[in-house]
Structures are given as structure tokens and as C-alpha cells.
């Protein structure tokens, strides 16, 4: 399964409203875990199986609590049994799809 999620806390106190030392913790969380993984702007996507990719949100979730007194979570899953390299797999479908309409 592929899940992409966004973790963020508020009420952290700061004037400037910035995140970036938490969602810094949290990838670091993700990047340790050795699951494949990409983050974006907006997103860090994981792929692996149901508990161990929920065993990394969790985590992540619960460091980014220590930096505000909430936590804002979004997620959204790929959940395809039996597909693994998806991470990619997809992205390089989608590229020649691309290719071939040239």
C-alpha cells in the first residue's frame, strides 16, 4: 500500500507560524524506518505493508505532538494488494503514457 500524509502541529507558540522543525522530526521518522518513501511540498508518501506503514504515521504523529499543544493529520492510501515498487512504478507509468501522446 502506498500512503501519502501530511503531519503538522499548531499551537507551537511561534510568531512566524513556522512548521518545519517538526515535519523535519517526522521525515526523519519516515527516512529511518528504511521503508521506500518521497516526500514533496505538501506530502511524504510511504509503501509498505498496512501495520508497518500505520507503525510510521503513528510515530510521526506522536513527535510532531511535542512540538504544539495539536496535531493536524491527513492521509490518503493506495491500498492494492499484492502490487509492491508502486512508489515508482506509478509515476514511470504515468511518464510514458506522457511519452506516447508526443
Not at 17 to 31: E, F, L, T
Not at 92 to 102: H, K, Q, S, T
Amino acid at each position: 500500500m502506498l500512503v501519502a500524509f501530511s503531519v503538522a502541529p499548531s499551537g507551537t507558540g511561534r510568531t512566524d507560524g513556522s512548521v518545519h522543525d517538526a515535519v523535519a522530526a517526522a521525515v526523519r521518522i519516515v527516512r529511518d524506518s528504511g521503508l521506500p518513501n518521497h516526500t514533496d511540498a505538501m506530502f511524504t508518501t510511504i509503501e509498505g505493508e498496512w501495520d508497518e506503514v500505520f507503525e510510521v504515521i503513528r510515530q510521526a504523529t506522536e513527535v510532531v505532538g511535542d512540538y504544539g499543544s495539536r496535531v493536524s493529520l491527513v492521509l490518503k492510501a493506495d491500498i492494492r494488494p499484492g502490487y509492491t515498487g508502486e512508489l515508482e512504478a506509478k509515476v514511470d507509468r504515468l511518464e510514458a503514457a506522457i511519452d506516447n501522446d508526443g
